[in-house]
């Protein structure tokens, strides 16, 4: 079965901090994996979609990595920001043919704090 | 960057009225449009897979008489829930594509708080 799972559920830094956020996913075969921001409230907003050839990209102070090998993902914020609070969820894409599908974690949620 | 513009953004009805949501492209011409409803503290759910010109592509378990769906043109597609009730209350969002699949890459509205009393 296709999932995606992402740790930890929830997570409290301080400002200025660095925090390493992890994706690890089942789905075969593989597109791309993606991570979004989603602000409470809010549509998602993407950060990053890495291909399986792709290690690492970065977008600002977010730098997502990709080993398609283990099947796993992170995402890291650099110096965190209160505007950073938000919850971040990463999503694969299969490569099924016709009924390609996007596959979505629960998120987690980053709380960053004055 | 492309928008992509929700409205309403918050509705409170009674039960058994019917609520329709839009879904605006504003800076590119959307061949297609996905609806996802959300719960609380869950992942996105596909709903449906909006085409324009075409009939919508409904998820397994989603009732394509309860929840209407039309894409008359590149850059509007609407979803109506039919005789809404407290159940259906949730967070609706779209996004739109240029491709007609869910993994080319989407913009997402800012969803639609619907509340049913």
């Known amino acids: 079965k296709n999932q995606v799972e992402q740790s930890p559920q929830s997570l409290i830094i301080l400002e200025g901090k660095n925090c390493t956020l992890q994706?690890?996913?089942?789905?075969?075969?593989?597109?791309?994996l993606r991570w979004y921001k989603q602000d409470t409230g809010r549509g998602p907003v993407s950060l990053t979609i890495?291909?399986?050839s792709e290690n690492t990209k970065s977008n600002g102070r977010y730098t997502a990595t990709l080993d398609a090998d283990t099947k796993q993902s992170s995402l890291h914020i650099t110096a965190s920001q209160l505007s950073d609070s938000a919850s971040y969820i990463c999503?694969?894409?299969?490569?099924?043919?016709?009924?390609?599908?996007?596959?979505w974690g629960l998120g987690t949620s980053l709380a960053v704090n004055p | 960057g492309a928008v992509v513009s929700q409205h309403p953004s918050w509705v409170i009805c009674k039960s058994g009225t019917s609520v329709k949501i839009e879904c605006r492209s504003l800076?590119?011409?959307?061949?297609?449009m996905f609806w996802y409803r959300q719960f609380p503290k869950q992942s996105l759910m596909l709903m449906a897979t909006?085409?324009?010109?075409?009939?919508?592509?409904?998820e397994q378990g989603v009732e394509k008489d309860k929840f209407l769906i039309n894409h008359a043109s590149l850059t509007l597609s609407t979803l109506t829930v039919t005789s809404a009730h407290p159940e259906d209350s949730s967070f609706y969002i779209c996004?739109?594509?240029?491709?007609?699949?869910?993994?080319?890459?989407?913009?997402f509205g800012d969803g639609t708080r619907l509340s049913i009393l």
């Open positions: 909006s085409n324009e010109g075409s009939k919508a592509t409904y």
């Open positions: 996004s739109a594509g240029r491709g007609r699949h869910s993994n080319q890459p989407q913009h």
């Open positions: 994706c690890n996913y089942t789905v075969s075969p593989f597109s791309n």
């Open positions: 890495m291909t399986f």
């Open positions: 999503v694969v894409s299969d490569n099924a043919g016709n009924n390609r599908k996007l596959i």
């Open positions: 800076d590119f011409q959307a061949t297609t």
